[in-house]
């Protein structure tokens, strides 16, 4: 293995356990539901795999992506957890609820990973099925699938170093 990938794989290994952490936090704090990890894998296309996603990039002493992939009927249930009113299409303002959920997952993995000085961006909203995300250049980005009352959903995130 190359030290370059040996690197990254580290890298996202160490970022890891502060994203599924962040994740039950948020989804607990905000939507009163507690999410369970039913899987783990690398990912192998640029495909997120659900119809929304929110995709949020990362700068400082790592460079990367992280991006929350939700379900439409997840997307709607989580709007309406968050809101109070219901919604029938991924609107405007069903994707904004989306991108403040990853904006509250990113900030918190961000706060548990001190030591790194890392910035996010804003969330960025892309739907359709099919759509794609592309990673840092060498980067083989992880998934973290999840169940949940809300639906299935899968946070992605893919890592490495800045130099």
Same mark, same amino acid.
């Given at each position: 293995?190359?030290?370059?990938?040996?690197?990254?794989?580290?890298?996202?290994?160490?970022?890891?356990?502060?994203?599924?952490?962040?994740?039950?936090?948020?989804?607990?704090?905000?939507?009163?539901?507690?999410?369970?990890?039913?899987?783990?894998?690398?990912?192998?296309?640029?495909?997120?795999? /659900?119809?929304?996603?929110?995709?949020?990039?990362?700068?400082?002493?790592?460079?990367?992506?992280?991006?929350?992939?939700?379900?439409?009927?997840?997307?709607?249930?989580? /709007?309406?957890?968050?809101?109070?009113?219901?919604?029938?299409?991924?609107?405007?303002?069903?994707?904004?609820?989306?991108?403040?959920?990853?904006?509250?997952?990113?900030?918190?993995?961000?706060?548990?990973?001190?030591?790194?000085?890392?910035?996010?961006?804003?969330?960025?909203?892309?739907?359709?099925?099919?759509?794609?995300?592309? /990673?840092?250049?060498?980067?083989?980005?992880?998934?973290?699938?999840?169940?949940?009352?809300?639906?299935?959903?899968?946070?992605?995130?893919?890592?490495?170093?800045?130099?």
């Amino acid at each position: 293995m190359s030290t370059a990938i040996k690197q990254t794989s580290e890298l996202t290994a160490k970022i890891i356990n502060p994203l599924l952490a962040s994740t039950k936090d948020v989804f607990e704090m905000m939507l009163d539901c507690t999410p369970t990890r039913s899987g783990l894998s690398l990912k192998t296309k640029n495909s997120p795999e /659900y119809e929304l996603s929110a995709v949020i990039g990362i700068t400082g002493n790592a460079l990367g992506t992280i991006v929350l992939s939700v379900k439409k009927q997840t997307a709607l249930n989580i /709007y309406e957890s968050m809101l109070g009113t219901k919604a029938e299409e991924i609107d405007r303002e069903v994707m904004d609820a989306i991108g403040e959920i990853t904006n509250m997952i990113a900030g918190a993995a961000k706060a548990k990973l001190e030591s790194l000085s890392l910035s996010i961006s804003i969330p960025n909203l892309i739907s359709g099925k099919g759509h794609e995300v592309h /990673y840092p250049t060498g980067v083989t980005p992880i998934c973290l699938s999840f169940d949940s009352d809300m639906g299935s959903f899968c946070v992605e995130a893919g890592f490495s170093s800045k130099d």
